[in-house]
């Protein structure tokens, strides 16, 4: 096991009717801004039951936030937080909303031009407003941990941040919260979180047991809820689970002393910055073309996952792998997210502009081994078409 620091210290606080205690988490005397999504916010109520549970706190509102949540669209709500002073956040909805809200509280007191905080992966920021989020779609894990995406129209350019003051100092989990999403989104956010845990778990082994355990666990148990919670979409117990997964998924606890690779998710987010694919759309095309291309590194991990996650136990390791991967994209098919560059119209000739995007915004050595190269990009994204 490799060495490392752990900190978290978002608090999460779990349950039906769990809103109400926004009194309790938000200090009395602070001036509250609000930030939300679409209309899904309002249309459900939940926008008003936050209102209402923040009781007598001034607040105000700050709706738009768009699915991929646009760096142009958040730099007016940085405006309005100086020309109306609020000290106190608050993200109402998904991982856009609150990737988007990061970016807003890191930008409040960022001095220079604010896109930096971007393109230094956070390494710029200094200090953020306290925030804190009401989560209505399982996905991301944002809102337990320090990492923010956010795109920016102009370039086409989808960058990440993290730092350690943009984790949120709680997050409201109510799984009733999740009954109107739609099924997209509910497929969406399982295969996003299957993903995340692959990303830290499919390497090499590291002598990590529990980080593997935990892994599989987590996998095991998207793979029995994810179909359960497209079909039964007001069963609680599926839906707490969900989400309680999503979110352990990626709050630093499983990725602690072992290699990583997020290759995946660099090459996903050229997609959705360059052709509008939703976030989980491009990782279900991209890992199943990745793994195989990365098959000889992989494959003690990949027989490993073949055997505690799948159950196959038959042939040598190259042949478990194999299955494996199979049986990951059908996994994917079989929630409703397609796994081919073709399923959404996309052919050859999207490849070059990927790969010069990958390439103009730095996505050069990738993967574990930091030896995913453009050329190899493009190997996988050729073997997505
Ligand atoms: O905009 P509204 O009207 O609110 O509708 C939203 C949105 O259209 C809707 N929605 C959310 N909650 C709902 C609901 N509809 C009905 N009922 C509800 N309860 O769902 C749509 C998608 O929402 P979005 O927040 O975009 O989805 P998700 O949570 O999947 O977030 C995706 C974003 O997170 C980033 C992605 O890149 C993408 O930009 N990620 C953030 C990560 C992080 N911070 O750690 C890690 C991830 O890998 C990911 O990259
Ligand atoms: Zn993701």
Do not use: C
């Not at 309680?244 to 998924?249: E, G, P, Q, R, S």
């Amino acid at each position: 096991m490799n060495n490392f620091e752990f900190y978290n210290p978002t608090r999460i606080v779990f349950g039906e009717g769990k809103i109400v205690e926004l009194n309790r988490l938000i200090p009395k005397e602070a001036k509250v801004l609000i930030l939300f999504g679409g209309e899904s916010a309002r249309k459900t109520g939940t926008l008003d039951e936050v209102e209402k549970a923040l009781g007598h706190r001034q607040i105000g509102l700050f709706g738009g936030i768009e699915a991929n949540p646009r760096y142009e669209t958040l730099i007016k709500a940085v405006e309005q937080i100086k020309q109306e002073g609020y000290d106190y956040l608050l993200a109402v909805g998904g991982g856009s909303v609150i990737d988007g809200t990061k970016f807003v509280a890191a930008a409040v007191n960022f001095e220079g031009d604010s896109w930096d905080i971007l393109t230094s992966g956070g390494a710029k920021v200094t200090s953020a407003l306290p925030f804190g989020t009401v989560l209505t779609l399982p996905a991301t894990g944002s809102e337990m941990n320090k990492g923010s995406v956010i795109t920016r129209e102009s370039t086409q350019s989808k960058r990440a941040f993290m730092h350690d003051s943009v984790y949120p100092q709680f997050s409201i989990l109510d799984p009733v919260k999740t009954f109107t999403l739609p099924p997209r989104q509910i497929s969406n956010g399982v295969v996003d979180a299957f993903v995340h845990v692959m990303e830290q778990y499919l390497t090499y082994p590291a002598n990590a047991p529990v980080q593997d355990v935990f892994a599989e666990g987590l996998l095991k148990t998207l793979i029995d809820i994810g179909p359960k919670a497209l079909a039964t979409p007001h069963d609680y117990d599926i839906r707490a689970s969900l989400m309680w997964t999503a979110t352990l998924a990626l709050n630093g606890l499983i990725g602690v002393g072992v290699p990583q690779d997020w290759s995946t998710h660099m090459l996903g987010h050229e997609l959705t910055a360059l052709y509008g694919l939703d976030h989980a759309q491009t990782l279900a095309i991209v890992l199943p073309s990745m793994l195989i291309e990365k098959l000889p590194q992989k494959q003690a991990k990949l027989a490993q996952y073949a055997e505690q996650v799948w159950g196959v136990h038959d042939g040598s390791d190259k042949q478990k792998a194999l299955q494996a991967i199979e049986l990951t994209r059908e996994f994917f098919e079989r929630m409703q997210v397609k796994t081919r560059l073709s399923d959404y119209n996309l052919g050859q000739d999207v490849i070059e502009p990927l790969i010069e995007s990958l390439t103009k915004n730095g996505m050069t050595a990738l993967g574990e081994h930091h030896d995913i190269t453009p050329e190899i990009s493009r190997r996988v994204y050729v073997a997505s078409l």
